[in-house]
């Protein structure tokens, strides 16, 4: 077992609660298309995607850049498919297509709400404990 950490706690938590954001969005995303026909349920892999930010491989490698042909254009990321995007396997779609089952789709966005809660507490609680390495004093 290895007793040193591969990633500086500040670095692992910011990348942590980015991933546990991101995946917030999509859940919810997925939460508001639950009426929409043909809509399909998408997800991430968390741990994998956690990785790839740790890496620094950046989520839209494989798309093309746009470019801004007047000072006054402002430049955006392309909005094409994140390669971590999965699709969920749905238990019983239904008949117009839609892949979403909202109990599925809320009991993973109320946990990963906790998760993201957790994430924000140690971030929070190492930064105390580092300015109070750095000032002296409790805190």
Known sequence: MNAVPKYDSLIFNEAAL???????????NNLANSD????????ID???????????KNRFSNSVPLTTTHQA???????DEDPG???????????????VDSDIELSQFTKNSVF????????GGNIKSRMSAITGQAS
Not at 22 to 28: D, K, N, T, V
Not at 91 to 99: A, R, W
């Open 18 to 28: 980015k991933v546990r954001t991101r995946r917030q969005e999509i859940l919810s």
């Open 36 to 43: 929409t026909p043909g809509f399909k349920a998408r997800d």
């Open 46 to 56: 968390f741990a994998k995607t956690l990785e790839n930010e740790l890496s620094g």
């Open 73 to 79: 254009h402002i430049a955006i990321k392309p909005i």
């Open 85 to 99: 995007l999965l699709y969920r396997v749905p238990n019983q779609p239904s008949m117009d297509g839609n892949t």
């Open 116 to 123: 993201t809660e957790a994430a924000l507490t140690f971030l």
